[in-house]
């Protein structure tokens, strides 16, 4: 007679639930910037202190800097005369200069260095009569902040599926600019067919999608081979953060979502799950990062490894209005101290 088999053996083991904490991830060296100068401001000039459109797009951020006496406005139309007015991270054109300057408005530059940068190429290239190619999503601060430093010269390309469309005056004369915070690999591949239209086609003199959200791609990209699920934190008009739902969708992930708060993820994402990933959108602040780890470490999710595959060290210097202190003193505040270091084992 065959012997009873053991059902308790031959039932697999639960498999063990886990976290793959993306890094880098969360804030970059222009966030950091951005925040502070808002912050500084603040402390310099007294509230209330008045702030072009969204400082970073995340809305944590941006009501906590609210209770804090910042007022966020869509035009500098809406600042009163002579006030402090801090121009956000993602940069504006001339033309919203030229208003602030009308109005007397006291103003703060914060546009991240590396959207300054794409700034100075698209009037380089427009005094130099080429046409720019710039690639980025229609009605976004960052696109029309740029597009306004060349308006007669610049053709806005949105994607893979706008090429084919595009009429050129002058095919031979044309160079490609692009939004800072978009999808390196979704972007290339614009650029691939938009050289196959246009073979004269110049490039920038370097990459203009920035180094963070390049990082940021990168880590989610090796976090999804190995991951069930992918939680990014950000908020929805986070150009960066939703791009990288995009990318761990795109590299092995069965599912991703995004959430601006850990209250946001729902038991049935976690069901049946034995590994998470997580990261954050260049804009969040670790803090909203850990809640998540915490409400998953509540879940049973409490093994947590970090996957590194880059170190940032970047740091700018305040905006000139703000690099002395009331004594006239050189404030060299360093940036990027809130970005806390955890000791997780990394992977």
């Known amino acids: 007679m065959p012997a009873v088999r053991n059902r308790l053996k031959d039932t697999p083991a639960p498999r063990p639930k886990r976290v793959l904490l993306a890094a880098p991830r969360g804030y970059c060296a222009g966030v950091d910037r951005a925040v502070v100068a808002v912050e500084k401001a603040l402390e310099n000039f007294g509230a209330p202190v008045y702030v072009r459109k969204q400082i ?6 941006v009501s906590t800097l609210e209770r804090q006496g910042a007022i966020f406005v869509d035009d500098v139309a809406e600042v009163p005369v002579g ?98 915070t978009l ?17 004269h086609l110049q490039d920038p003199p370097s990459d203009d999608i920035c180094y963070a959200t390049q990082n940021r791609q990168v880590a989610i990209k090796k976090v999804a081979q190995d991951a069930e699920l992918v939680i990014v934190v950000g908020s929805a008009n986070s ?51 850990q809640e998540v780890l915490d409400d998953l470490a509540d879940a049973g999710f409490g093994d947590v490894s970090q996957v590194v595959t880059a170190e940032e060290d970047l740091m700018f210097s305040l905006p000139k209005e703000l690099r002395k202190d009331a004594a006239g003193n050189q404030d060299e505040r360093a940036l990027g101290g809130r970005i806390r270091k955890l000791d997780w084992q990394q992977e």
């Open 56 to 61: 970073v797009h995340n809305i944590h951020v």
């Open 83 to 180: 006030s402090h007015v801090v121009f956000s991270a993602h940069g504006v054109s001339p033309a919203v200069v030229q208003g602030a300057l009308d109005r007397e408005l006291q103003t703060i530059d914060a546009t991240c260095p590396l959207v300054t940068k794409v700034h100075r190429e698209a009037t380089r290239f427009s005094k130099a009569g080429r046409h720019i190619l710039l690639i980025g999503h229609t009605g976004h601060e960052e696109v029309e902040g740029t597009m306004g430093h060349a308006p007669e010269q610049t053709t806005l390309v949105t994607g893979p599926a706008d090429v084919a469309g595009l009429v050129v005056d002058d095919p031979e004369n044309l160079v490609w600019l692009s939004q800072t």
């Open 183 to 199: 999808s390196v690999d979704e972007t290339m591949e614009t650029v691939r067919l938009l050289r196959e239209r246009f073979p």
């Open 239 to 289: 150009s960066n953060t939703v791009r990288l739902v995009d990318v761990a969708l795109e590299h092995g992930a069965t599912a991703a979502y995004r959430v601006d708060y850990a209250s946001e993820i729902k038991q049935e994402w976690l069901d049946g799950i034995s590994t998470v990933g997580v990261t954050s959108g260049a804009s969040v602040p670790e803090v909203l990062v």
